[in-house]
């Protein structure tokens, strides 16, 4: 399937401290977006970057996409307790399906 | 303005019985999205809409899946003759979408929690 995968599978830091994740898929895609779910507001939209883009930001959120290596990563800089939640990668592939990858697990302790 | 709501948010079920559970999108929004949530798991692709078609159905578990939208609005996601592995978290989502799927940012509803005993 274009599942892609996270990594790591979870990541556990101090407050302040950064986190990266990295997003793997299997075929060549248009867009690649993350999100976040947490328990208290479910599924929320954080970025998305298109094939033609290397790199994204958005406040305290960088992204990056290698189509060559097919491989994104999202780094969360100045991290807070509040960013606590599960991060996932999702990606369009073919037969116009949207793939979300298994996610990682963040825990930012205060 | 109003997000997606999804109802019910909760639906206990006995095994063999069907269920349909319903999706208002935001208004304005001509895509959208059924995906599906079991415990601990990402989110598995069902189905998407662009208006009120569906292009391709080979997400949907199994011929026990159906789903339909009426109107360009609301979209219901019917299971006949539920089993235990049908439970799980049902998760619809809209979009703006002028082409190809995944352009556009989803905005996800609360979910529809379906156990099925």
């Known amino acids: 399937s274009q599942q892609g995968e996270e990594d790591p599978q979870a990541l556990s830091i101090q407050e302040g401290e950064n986190a990266t994740m990295n997003c793997s898929y299997k075929?060549?895609?248009?867009?690649l977006q993350w999100y976040r779910q947490n328990s208290g507001r479910g599924l929320v939209h954080l970025i998305l970057?298109?094939?033609?883009?290397r790199e994204k930001h958005s406040g305290r959120l960088r992204v990056t996409l290698d189509t060559s290596k097919k491989s994104s990563s999202l780094l969360i800089t100045a991290s807070r307790a509040a960013d606590t939640a599960s991060y996932f990668c999702?990606?369009?592939?073919?037969?116009?399906?949207?793939?979300f990858g298994t996610g990682t697990s963040l825990t930012v302790i205060p | 303005g109003a997000g997606v709501s999804q109802s019910p948010s909760n639906k206990v079920t006995e095994k063999g019985k069907d269920v349909e559970l319903r999706c208002d999108p935001i208004s304005g929004h001509t895509a959208l999205y059924w995906y599906r949530q079991s415990l601990g798991q990402g989110l598995e692709f069902l189905i998407y809409f662009q208006g009120n078609s569906a292009p391709d159905k080979s997400g949907l578990p199994s011929d026990r899946f159906s789903a339909e939208r009426t109107g360009g609005s609301v979209s219901t996601l019917t299971i006949q003759r539920t089993q235990q592995e049908d439970s799980a978290v049902y998760l619809c989502a809209s979009s703006l979408e002028g082409g190809r799927v995944g352009s556009y940012e989803q905005y996800f509803g609360p979910g529809t929690r379906l156990t099925v005993t």
């Open positions: 075929t060549s895609i248009n867009n």
């Open positions: 970057i298109r094939s033609n883009e």
């Open positions: 999702a990606t369009d592939g073919p037969r116009n399906q949207f793939y």
